[in-house]
């Protein structure tokens, strides 16, 4: 061999030491594909909305004014979720009749020009619970019309009632902010607010199944010149009452009753008495949470409730229509439309007592199924003379994360968000180290039910070394 050509060779070595030091020890390892570790799960505790019979809120949350409290109470327990309203006059007869129950007395005030959104959330922001507010589809009242009782309106929080809205003279309850107001009229009529909170002039009770407690609810308005209650409890309506407690406070929890049993009672306070009431005691409803596994499917589960066989699965879109019977306390939800990929979905769950009775009220659970955990892998990329990690498309992902492992501790940090690709070279690895990357897929929870459009994240992926 010539001296030039050593010459060249070694020149060569020496460039390609000096300026390619990264890129030469990378093309010389091979990268070491791990599996995928077992804790990959990804856990998300929604917000367990209670229903089918459950009291929506209490007069405490309601106001500050301790004879309005007691009374909105009653009211909640004598046509509790879902009941058919005894009276006349449909919307405007029970409007009406809560109204006048609160307080009555007092002028409606009346609007004749046609409101904004922005002028009903102004007419009704602050106005007294029981409050009879009236809209119409004309400037007249006529047409198309409906009424509604409002028990708290503020900025931010609406709890309200209306009978025969969608539902044959059924009183419902709902708790919203203001701008789920106005529903599809164009004019605000009239608002009607009680004059004055009062006392009631005969002793009055009413009883339900608090799923909230898990006891029966025993509730009465303020009545004149009684002091202290005396609560009596039996198993039938004919008689056979006893004594169970006295109090000077406006309602009773009995957390003594057996799940599946009616119960009887009667409030007294001196020579007055309530009328007899009855409440079937209930299992207390299941606290739910969702898991979003590794394939993007949802896992449900929930702690053993007391006293329970089973449990039963409804869908949310058709509240009687039982999906499955779980034994256990947990269980694996499908979407059918979907493929098994659950993109949102809605269930009750249901503790069953298994003798015909007691079952609790269902807890209402909006779960959003993650994007998929994703494979990945990692490849030589000439052009770029560095490994590139690539992985393929997940289902509902709408940008990866990518993340690193630092060669000292082992302790991964995310270094770079990927949203219009599915491949990616670190720029900023050092010559001469080693290290792990993962990644995991990211979507948004974008439908409007789902509690404040939560990330979902997928579990991580496999790692790669090299």
Not at 112 to 137: E, I, M, Q
Not at 436 to 459: D, H, N
Request: hydrophobic share 35%; net charge positive.
């Amino acid at each position: 061999m010539s001296m030039r050509k050593i010459f060249v060779c070694v020149l060569c070595a020496l460039l390609t030491a000096c300026f390619l030091p990264g890129q030469v020890l990378a093309a010389a390892q091979t990268p070491v594909i791990e599996d995928f570790h077992s804790s990959t799960r990804v856990t998300y505790t929604s917000p367990v909305f209670e229903d089918w019979g459950t009291l929506p809120y209490y007069g405490k949350e309601c106001t500050g004014n301790k004879t309005a409290q007691a009374s909105i109470d009653y009211l909640l327990r004598y046509y509790q979720d879902g009941a058919k309203f005894k009276g006349r006059g449909q919307c405007w007869g029970y409007a009406e009749f809560v109204r006048k129950f609160m307080g009555g007395g007092g002028k409606p005030k009346y609007y004749k020009k046609k409101n904004t959104h922005a002028a009903v959330v102004k007419a009704l922001k602050g106005c007294r619970p029981g409050t009879h507010v009236r809209f119409a589809s004309n400037k007249k009242g006529g047409g198309r019309a409906h009424s509604l009782v409002i028990f708290k309106f503020t900025s931010k929080e609406v709890f309200w009632a209306d009978n025969n809205f969608g539902w044959d003279n059924r009183v419902h309850y709902y708790r919203g902010t203001p701008d789920d107001f106005q529903y599809s009229y164009k004019y605000l009529y009239f608002v009607h607010q009680p004059k004055k909170f009062k006392r009631q002039s005969k002793l009055k009770a009413a009883a339900a199944f608090d799923s909230k407690t898990g006891a029966i609810s025993l509730c009465w308005p303020v009545t004149k010149k009684a002091r202290r209650f005396d609560i009596y409890r039996s198993t039938r309506k004919s008689g056979g009452f006893q004594k169970v407690a006295s109090t000077v406070a406006r309602s009773y929890a009995d957390k003594a009753a057996s799940p599946g049993k009616i119960y009887y009672y009667k409030v007294k306070s001196g020579k007055k008495s309530s009328r007899t009431v009855s409440a079937r005691q209930h299992l207390a409803s299941p606290k739910v949470r969702f898991q979003v596994l590794e394939n993007g499917r949802v896992r449900l589960s929930w702690a053993p409730v007391k006293g329970a066989a089973a449990y039963y699965i409804y869908s949310g879109e058709s509240p009687d229509k039982r999906l499955a019977t779980v034994k256990g306390t947990s269980w694996l939800a499908v979407d059918v439309d979907r493929d098994e990929m659950i993109t949102w979905c809605d269930y009750y769950v249901v503790a069953a007592s298994g003798n015909g009775g007691g079952n609790s009220a269902g807890s209402y659970i909006a779960v959003a199924g993650g994007p998929q955990q994703v494979q990945l892998r990692a490849s030589w990329d000439s052009w770029e003379n560095a490994y590139e990690l690539t992985w393929p498309y997940a289902y509902n992902a709408r940008y990866y994360e990518v993340y690193r492992a630092d060669p000292e501790t082992g302790n991964y940090q995310k270094i770079a968000t990927v949203t219009d690709d599915r491949s990616y070279i670190d720029p900023h690895r050092e010559a001469g180290k080693t290290y792990s990357y993962k990644i995991r897929s990211v979507r948004k929870g974008e439908q409007p039910e789902f509690p404040r459009a939560m990330t979902l994240f997928s579990g991580y992926s496999n790692a790669v070394t090299f």
